[in-house]
């Protein structure tokens, strides 16, 4: 599929997808991620790997980048964008934010909403190295066809089984709760 193709089916999914909704207020801390795609030679998505530090509970996991909302953060939305610059060095006049994917929430009492964006390359990713090991650009066909190749498509895994492996590394927990909601959607929408 060409990337202009591929790029329409990602907005008609999440615009016209149903993602999971909020929680009940006040039982989870609002956070928010951006699963945010670049184009490069084939449609990629972002991932980060969590620092080595001790003691922090996300160490060398792997993730969307995204933190806690605070009082200044007018929505999650704005955590989102917020926490990419800071993170990345991605500002958010070079990202077309598509739409939120839902909300996710983590056995430590997190809701996570997810966006989902399109980043126009035309900054340098600087990523903060107190938080942030390395930056890997995945490709989504690649993704896609481990979603198929392990039959997450055909019944719903259990969080055991729901894992992404690739390279060196492993895609779980709530980052692959996400990027499963993601491929179920595009995979509905195509």
Known sequence: MDKGKCISRIRSAVQNGSHPGPPEKDLFQPTSVMALFALDKDVE???IQKADIKGYPWANQMAFPGGHKDKKDLSTQETALRELEEEMGIHRKNVEVVGSLGHFQTINSKDIEAWIGIWNQKDVIEHDPAEIARV?????KYLMDLHKEKRFHQKVPNVMQLTYPYEDILIWGVTAKILYHLIEALLKDG
């Open 45 to 47: 998505l972002l991932f």
């Open 136 to 140: 890997f650009h995945i490709p989504l």
